[in-house]
T-cell receptor, first 111, second 113 residues
Framework: KQEVTQIPAALSVPEGENLVLNCSFT??????LQWFRQDPGKGLTSLLLIQSSQREQTSGRLNASLDKSSGRSTLYIAASQPGDSATYLC??????????FGTGTSLTVIP | DAGITQSPRHKVTETGTPVTLRCHQTENHRYMYWYRQDPGHGLRLIHYSYGVKDTDKGEVSDGYSVSRSKTEDFLLTLESATSSQTSVYFC????????????FGQGTRLTVV
């Protein structure tokens, strides 16, 4: 069974700082990896999807990288803003469906 | 919200009663999923569907059943609710054509008293 770990569990940074969130997984034979954002009491919002053949994906201030061989992905957030405060979740799929989730990193950006 | 509607959004029910949660999509995605989210456990897959009348179990399926009679609807039933099933339930969809990106509903908060 795929195990997904996200470290740290919580992170607090001042506004404007660049930051990196980490995701590791135990089975490197993945189909894709997806990063989500979750605001309190809300559903999950898809941020970036990386296919197994890709090394990175970018959307605005977000950049996600994937290193299958080491079982790692990082989400880089540039010039953080208070509106970025949320929980960030990493999900891995071995088959293109059935996603396995980490427990998330709770990010607080201090104005 | 990628065209996903969950109903109800909140429900309080008594132990031992049956409960059905509904997920409706307007995006014609092939796969539909039910997850539960609990503190310390993250999101765990309950059941998923890969087509009309085609379903399979996830890692925490005991005490739950599902049905998918139409592409757009996926129902989750708790046959006899227990307090351990108090949770936030999320529906997700994926697989429109070759696109494997997953999208989630807003969640249903279920409390079993």
């Amino acid at each position: 069974k795929q195990e997904v770990t996200q470290i740290p569990a919580a992170l607090s940074v001042p506004e404007g700082e660049n930051l990196v969130l980490n995701c590791s997984f135990t089975d490197s034979a993945i189909y894709n990896l997806q990063w989500f954002r979750q605001d309190p009491g809300k559903g999950l919002t898809s941020l970036l999807l990386i296919q197994s053949s890709q090394r990175e994906q970018t959307s605005g201030r977000l950049n996600a990288s994937l290193d299958k061989s080491s079982g790692r992905s990082t989400l880089y957030i540039a010039a953080s803003q208070p509106g970025d405060s949320a929980t960030y979740l990493c999900a891995v799929s071995n088959t293109g469906n059935q996603f396995y989730f980490g427990t998330g990193t709770s990010l607080t950006v201090i104005p | 919200d990628a065209g996903i509607t969950q109903s109800p959004r909140h429900k309080v029910t008594e132990t031992g009663t049956p409960v059905t949660l509904r997920c409706h999509q307007t995006e014609n995605h092939r796969y539909m999923y039910w997850y539960r989210q609990d503190p310390g456990h993250g999101l765990r897959l309950i059941h998923y569907s890969y087509g009309v009348k085609d379903t399979d179990k996830g890692e925490v399926s005991d005490g739950y059943s599902v049905s998918r009679s139409k592409t757009e609807d996926f129902l989750l039933t708790l046959e006899s609710a227990t307090s351990s099933q108090t949770s936030v339930y999320f529906c997700a969809i994926s697989g429109r054509g070759s696109d494997t990106e997953a999208f989630f509903g807003q969640g249903t908060r279920l409390t079993v008293v």
